[in-house]
């Protein structure tokens, strides 16, 4: 974890002794006609101690059982709010769940168990909630840091998270938010509205599109290297941290850009990333 986090607490709920949390809120964040549903969940925990960092993860236990008749697994979601609430002060978190559905060859969908249940879950339902997880994949309090956060669609939950805790606690610090955001289009991408509201001496805001009629795709990497002489001017500093969080698959791209623009600058990458890894600077966050 970074040198100057807030130390977590974990393991607090299990299977055995869930926390009980009230759905308060449930809304679509993609657009109606978009092809994918990624919805913003608020759970109340009423008067449960349940404490979250930035960067940490909750276990959604789903109900029922599975083919085999034996419960089902706990799948992990991140936590998309800061500690102290939607709004400050608030016993409640916010999750950006995608819904997993998958058509197959032979023209069935194969949903997913935990998403679909998250994504269909009503005002007033109660959710068994266990951890919270996550010790590493913490933000740094010390406001002189900088923070690249590189993400794609959910992977933007964390961050979300950290900008909020910046905004709220530190609006005039001198270390900067840097976000490489990748989604198909602005009508997929999670947030997009109220993003744009973010104030950019807080947030250096990229958001990257792969699928824009008439336009060639773009990846996450490839905005990054339009950026490379000042991500190469960030990560040579010890006080810059990197974040990268969304779909297993992604590290490969974001590594091969970093170390090119490393190249381009005469700096080498894998001592770089050894040293920020030392120094809980450096965190993957893929699934
Ligand atoms: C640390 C951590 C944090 C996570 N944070 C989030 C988060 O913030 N938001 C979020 O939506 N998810 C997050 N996930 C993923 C989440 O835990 C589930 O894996 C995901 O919601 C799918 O679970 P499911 O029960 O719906 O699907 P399952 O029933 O487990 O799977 C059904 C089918 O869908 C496929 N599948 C599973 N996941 C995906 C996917 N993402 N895309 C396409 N196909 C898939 C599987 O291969 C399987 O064939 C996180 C995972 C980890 C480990």
Redesign the pocket.
């Given at each position: 974890a970074p040198a100057s986090a807030a130390k977590p607490q974990i393991n607090l709920f299990d299977r055995k002794h869930p926390a009980k949390a009230t759905v308060t809120g449930n809304f679509r964040l993609t657009a109606p006609d978009a092809s994918c549903d990624?919805r913003h969940i608020i759970l109340d925990l009423g008067a449960t101690h349940f404490p979250v960092l930035e960067g940490q993860?909750i276990g959604?236990v789903?109900p029922g059982a599975d083919a085999n008749g034996r419960p089902?697994?706990v799948?992990?979601?991140?936590?998309?709010s800061p500690r102290d609430g939607e709004r400050p002060n608030t016993n409640n978190l916010a999750?950006?769940?995608?819904?997993?559905a998958?058509p197959q060859p032979d023209g069935s969908v194969?949903?997913?168990?935990?998403?679909?249940?998250?994504c269909d879950l009503k005002l007033g339902d109660m959710v068994d909630v266990i951890g919270p997880?996550?010790a590493t994949?913490l933000m740094p309090e010390d406001p002189g840091t900088d923070v690249i956060m590189i993400c794609t669609?959910?992977?933007s939950?964390?961050f979300r998270a950290f900008t909020e805790r910046r905004r709220r606690t530190m609006p005039s610090a001198a270390g900067k938010l840097y976000l490489f955001f990748g989604a198909r289009s602005p009508a997929e991408l999670p947030y997009f509205g109220p993003l744009k509201k973010v104030p950019p001496k807080l947030l250096d805001q990229e958001l990257v599109f792969s699928r824009l009629p008439d336009r060639a795709k773009e990846y996450v990497q490839d905005r990054m290297r339009k950026r490379s002489a000042d991500l190469a001017g960030l990560i040579e500093r010890d006080t810059t941290h990197v974040y990268v969080?969304g779909?297993r698959g992604m590290e490969g791209g974001v590594e091969a850009s970093f170390r090119d623009i490393c190249g381009e600058h005469g700096l080498d990458w894998i001592k770089i990333r050894a040293r920020m890894r030392e120094t809980g600077r450096y965190h993957v966050?893929t699934?």
């Open positions: 990624i993860s959604i789903p089902h697994k799948r992990l979601f991140s936590v998309a999750l950006t769940v995608k819904r997993v998958e194969e949903r997913g168990v935990a998403s679909n249940y998250v997880f996550g994949f669609g959910t992977g939950a964390p969080c779909l966050e699934y």
